[in-house]
């Protein structure tokens, strides 16, 4: 009897390999849409004017409260970017970072402080030993002109423990910055600040107050050594305390400060007359003098009379 076996035969199915999915394309997705926001970015940069530039970089040059304190109060805040809105073309609250008297000061002054605030930049970056100071040097444009504040560190502060004795790295910043400070023709004003850390006398004796104008006149000193023309200068004052960059610590070292700020006309005009009134220009030969000025006595008004004041006038 034969032995009929069943042949079996075995066919191997090759299937196609699986999918991959599509999060890829998702990923994709985003980054085509990253890049067409830089480029459109790039592109409303590239149309934008030049005071449009001015201030969008003013907007975000101020980061966390007050840019580490180098801001004014009156504007400080709380945000880590200040600013913003559900409508950035309007400037209510917050929003008024950019104070008016800087968006209506004239183009070309504005353009001045703007370039001034470059060339310091640029000076300070091609001295190799003052380029680990830049960190301590800040910059930004307030109602009253270009704002120059040299703080201390806690490691590093500008002055002697106490004293108005300038340190060798502030010496450097003020010979480097002086000559710059001459080639514009606007005034200035030297104020000397402190933290609140009181003296054991209180403020019966020598004080924060004292130890701040001392300060601020050993700047000035330092600055006219450098080159800077003695009658550039308009006022030289000491603070105390009392304008703290950091209100939430008085005592922190970043109060301990030298502020620099070279005034538009309208400031200067205001502190030179010792008024608040804005002043105006004369028709026929563009100096500017106040509304309440153009009564005066010629012999008194030097707008008027086109000589300097009398060393008694106030």
Not at 110 to 126: D, F, H, N, P
Not at 174 to 193: D, F, K, M, T
Not at 286 to 296: A, D, F, R, T
Request: aromatic share 4%; glycine share 8%; net charge negative.
């Amino acid at each position: 009897m034969s032995d009929h076996r069943p042949i079996v035969v075995k066919r191997k199915k090759v299937k196609a390999a699986g999918h991959h999915g599509g999060s890829w394309k998702i990923a994709y997705a985003d980054f085509m849409t990253a890049l067409m926001a830089l480029f459109l970015v790039l592109w409303i940069l590239s149309t934008a004017s030049e005071s449009e530039l001015s201030s969008i970089a003013e907007y975000f040059r101020t980061p966390l409260p007050v840019a580490m304190a180098g801001g004014d109060k009156s504007t400080a805040s709380t945000s880590a970017i200040p600013g913003g809105g559900p409508d950035p073309t309007h400037s209510d609250g917050e929003r008024q970072r950019i104070d008016q008297r800087i968006q209506t000061r004239p183009s070309d002054e504005q353009r001045r402080l703007l370039g001034l605030e470059r060339r310091i930049e640029s000076v300070i970056q091609s001295k190799p030993k003052l380029r680990d100071l830049r960190s301590q040097l800040r910059m930004e444009l307030t109602p009253e002109g270009l704002r120059i504040q040299i703080v201390d560190t806690e490691k590093r502060p500008m002055f002697k423990l106490g004293s108005d004795q300038v340190e060798d790295y502030m010496h450097d910043i003020l010979q480097a910055i002086a000559p710059v400070l001459n080639e514009l023709p606007n005034r200035i004003s030297l104020s000397g600040h402190t933290d609140s850390l009181p003296y054991f006398g209180g403020e019966q004796g020598y004080s924060n107050w004292e130890l701040s104008a001392d300060r601020a006149n050993a700047s000035r000193r330092e600055l006219v050594e450098g080159g800077l023309d003695p009658d550039k200068l308009l006022r030289v004052a000491g603070m105390g305390s009392r304008v703290p960059l950091n209100a939430e610590d008085t005592t922190d070292p970043i109060n301990r400060r030298i502020s620099i700020v070279v005034l538009d006309r309208q400031t200067a005009d205001a502190i030179e007359f010792q008024s608040g009134a804005p002043a105006v220009s004369l028709p026929d030969t563009g100096e500017s003098i106040l509304p309440e000025e153009l009564n005066v006595e010629p012999a008194l008004n030097p707008a008027l009379r086109g000589a300097e004041p009398a060393p008694n006038a106030p």
